[in-house]
């Protein structure tokens, strides 16, 4: 996941996220969060690392996932007032050993402060994948609630 360079500073902090999701679209557990406090899920089946200061990557290992995994939720956070508007395009790149499966550009944000990038699904027993660029106006600890996530005041 990438947003321009000259778009980043001091007044943006961008957090990319994945919750792993059961078929009630909630994380079993909190540990099903990976975030920068938890960056790796598994021993490394599911791992965020940051790539610099505009581009972030999740890597998932989909034949490690445990079964009751049935969709990874990719998203990301704004911290502060700022938002998706004044931040611009963000691209998504989808990669394997192979080569670059997809890419695609969210490019329509106003005033959200959360965006749901990507879903990773399962669908007769075979991964898919889908753009999804779903907003909130409000931060992520409000996305990570939605998402089944016990979230401290």
């Given amino acids: 996941i990438a947003w321009k360079a000259e778009a980043v500073d001091d007044e943006f ?11 009630d679209e909630k994380v079993d557990t909190d540990d099903d969060f990976v975030f920068y406090n938890n960056p ?20 998932v290992d989909l034949s490690s996932l445990p079964a009751e995994c049935e ?35 969210l490019d329509a944000g106003t005033t959200e402060r959360t965006m749901v990038l990507t879903e990773i699904y399962r669908r007769a027993g075979k991964w898919r994948l889908r753009a999804v ?21």
């Fill in 13 to 23: 902090d961008i957090d990319i996220v994945a919750f792993l999701l059961g078929s």
């Fill in 40 to 59: 790796v899920f598994d021993d490394g089946v599911v791992e965020l690392t940051i790539d610099g200061s505009s581009e972030q990557c999740v890597r």
């Fill in 71 to 105: 969709r990874i939720a990719i998203a990301a956070a704004i911290d502060g007032d700022r938002t998706f508007g004044d931040l611009g395009a963000v691209s998504v790149s989808v990669d394997s050993d192979e080569g670059t499966a997809a890419t695609f550009v």
């Fill in 133 to 153: 660029g779903q907003g909130y106006d409000d931060g992520l600890a409000d996305l990570a609630v939605r998402y089944g996530v016990d979230v401290d005041a």
